[in-house]
Every structure is written in C-alpha cells, then in structure tokens.
C-alpha cells in the first residue's frame, strides 16, 4: 500500500496553467505505475493521464492529449501534472492513483480544480 496526498488545486481563469503534485509515502513509489483521474460534478470519474514506472512511458485522454503533461520524481516520491490552457470543461476533483497490477487500488482524496471562463 502507499499513501497518496495530491495538492496544487485551485481557481484559475480559462487560459491559465496550474500543477498538481501528489506526494507518495513509502519506498517501493518507482514500482508504482502512477495516474491522474477526475471526477466533474454529475460525472463519473475518468482517466487523465498516466505515467510508467521510471517515466519513460506516458499516456493521456484524448480531451487533454497538448495541454496536459504528467511526470515523476522517483527520488522525491512525487508524481506532478502540469495542466495549460486551461478550459472550463477541466473543472473537476483531481485524484492521483498507483497500481503495481492491473488495477489502480491505491488514492488519494482529491484536489479541486476550478476553471473560471
């Protein structure tokens, strides 16, 4: 198990930028494979981005593919997603997730992120 606590939320106007970090406990953090999701109101939760575990491998949603980008600090057991140009359709709960299986089993609580147009 590891814990996951994500920060870096926040409100920002259409156009604008924010990072999101989520710190992880524990020292197995480069066996985890590591992603982003969100969750809009009314919605149901969706991958955003993911990361392999050395970070040379990344993946992205196709409604975040050029403006998102997701990386990894193994040695300071940190994940980052830097979001620009930000739209309104980004507002959401962001949480941060591991597996070292198949399955992300491993969350965080969530950060909130508000785009204002």
């Known amino acids: 198990q590891v814990q996951l606590v994500e920060s870096g939320g926040g409100l920002v106007q259409a156009g604008g930028s924010l990072r999101l970090s989520c710190a992880a406990s524990g020292r197995t953090f480069s066996s985890y494979f590591m992603g982003w999701f969100r969750q809009a109101p009314g919605k149901e939760r969706e991958f955003v981005a993911g990361i392999s575990w050395s970070g040379g491998r990344t993946y992205y949603a196709d409604s975040v593919k050029g403006r998102f980008t997701i990386s990894r600090d193994n040695a300071k057991n940190t994940v980052y997603l830097q979001m620009n140009s930000l739209k309104p359709e980004d507002t959401a709960v962001y949480y941060c997730?591991?597996?070292?299986?198949?399955?992300?089993?491993?969350w965080g609580q969530g950060t909130q992120v508000t785009v204002s147009s």
């Open positions: 997730a591991a597996r070292q299986g198949a399955i992300y089993d491993n």
